[in-house]
């Protein structure tokens, strides 16, 4: 089965945020992506609220629930305490927590999962315990997929930050692409189920999706939202699900 799409929202909020005016609406662009066929919304709410505003996200809740019910709402971040009580509070279908310090500009490493398992394990029970499902970014590496399988997560999310970022090198694209397979290879056997995100597009999607059949997720925003300024985020949509294997009506 093709991998859900899962439109992160951020891009979209940090627009927004540019100016003290509504626009562009989160809800309301997230609303086109849905209509169009995604099947799911990403927000990561970071402590300084530079894109998605911590008021955004039961917004969204109450988007997919009144108009949009099958779909999922993942909600990102880092796990301190005000995060954890933001997802409480927002419900989401899944909860991805990333090793991101607060003045990232972006996500850009997965967990050390051997280092941090006295840290990420409660978290993952107590928030398994809650009724999510939990997702651990994770770096291209199948030597940590053991250490990641034992915190108790449901899924990781492979970092694909490093492929996206040979948009002009094939033969490394290869070399990044093959780490990334061999990882979903790795957590398979454990068990565990496998998204990924990070600089994906419409041209490295397809090689993705091959390699990784079983990919049961995908996020993507800032590549989303650019393509979205071309073709509009309807018709933008239905060309990422295409690429991720997705027929079209």
């Given at each position: 089965?093709?991998?859900?799409?899962?439109?992160?929202?951020?891009?979209?909020?940090?627009?927004?945020?540019?100016?003290?005016?509504?626009?562009?609406?989160?809800?309301?662009?997230?609303?086109?992506?849905?209509?169009?066929?995604?099947?799911?919304?990403?927000?990561?709410?970071?402590?300084?609220?530079?894109?998605?505003?911590?008021?955004?996200?039961?917004?969204?809740?109450?988007?997919?629930?009144?108009?949009?019910?099958?779909?999922?709402?993942?909600?990102?971040?880092?796990?301190?305490?005000?995060?954890?009580?933001?997802?409480?509070?927002?419900?989401?279908?899944?909860?991805?927590?990333?090793?991101?310090?607060?003045?990232?500009?972006?996500?850009?490493?997965?967990?050390?999962?051997?280092?941090?398992?006295?840290?990420?394990?409660?978290?993952?029970?107590?928030?398994?315990?809650?009724?999510?499902?939990?997702?651990?970014?994770?770096?291209?590496?199948?030597?940590?997929?053991?250490?990641?399988?034992?915190?108790?997560?449901?899924?990781?999310?492979?970092?694909?930050?490093?492929?996206?970022?040979?948009?002009?090198?094939?033969?490394?694209?290869?070399?990044?692409?093959?780490?990334?397979?061999?990882?979903?290879?790795?957590?398979?056997?454990?068990?565990?189920?496998?998204?990924?995100?990070?600089?994906?597009?419409?041209?490295?999607?397809?090689?993705?999706?091959?390699?990784?059949?079983?990919l049961a997720e995908v996020s993507i925003g800032h590549g989303l939202t650019a393509d979205a300024l071309e073709h509009g985020m309807a018709g933008t949509v239905k060309r990422f699900l295409e690429?991720?294997?997705?027929?079209?009506?």
């Amino acid at each position: 089965m093709p991998a859900i799409l899962s439109v992160n929202m951020n891009a979209i909020a940090m627009l927004r945020n540019r100016r003290d005016l509504p626009w562009p609406s989160v809800t309301g662009i997230g609303r086109i992506a849905l209509a169009a066929g995604a099947g799911g919304l990403t927000a990561h709410p970071r402590p300084d609220e530079r894109h998605i505003r911590f008021s955004d996200l039961p917004e969204v809740r109450a988007l997919l629930d009144d108009e949009f019910p099958h779909a999922e709402f993942n909600i990102e971040g880092y796990p301190t305490e005000h995060f954890l009580d933001l997802v409480r509070a927002n419900e989401p279908e899944q909860v991805t927590l990333v090793p991101d310090d607060p003045a990232q500009a972006t996500s850009d490493h997965g967990w050390d999962f051997a280092g941090k398992a006295e840290f990420l394990s409660p978290i993952v029970a107590d928030l398994k315990k809650s009724g999510f499902r939990v997702a651990l970014f994770c770096d291209a590496d199948p030597a940590v997929i053991a250490a990641a399988a034992a915190t108790g997560c449901d899924r990781v999310e492979l970092y694909s930050g490093p492929y996206g970022a040979c948009h002009d090198d094939p033969v490394r694209a290869a070399e990044e692409l093959e780490k990334l397979g061999a990882t979903a290879d790795a957590a398979m056997a454990a068990g565990l189920g496998i998204n990924a995100g990070h600089d994906l597009t419409i041209d490295n999607l397809p090689s993705l999706a091959r390699r990784i059949p079983d990919l049961a997720e995908v996020s993507i925003g800032h590549g989303l939202t650019a393509d979205a300024l071309e073709h509009g985020m309807a018709g933008t949509v239905k060309r990422f699900l295409e690429a991720c294997g997705r027929p079209i009506d």
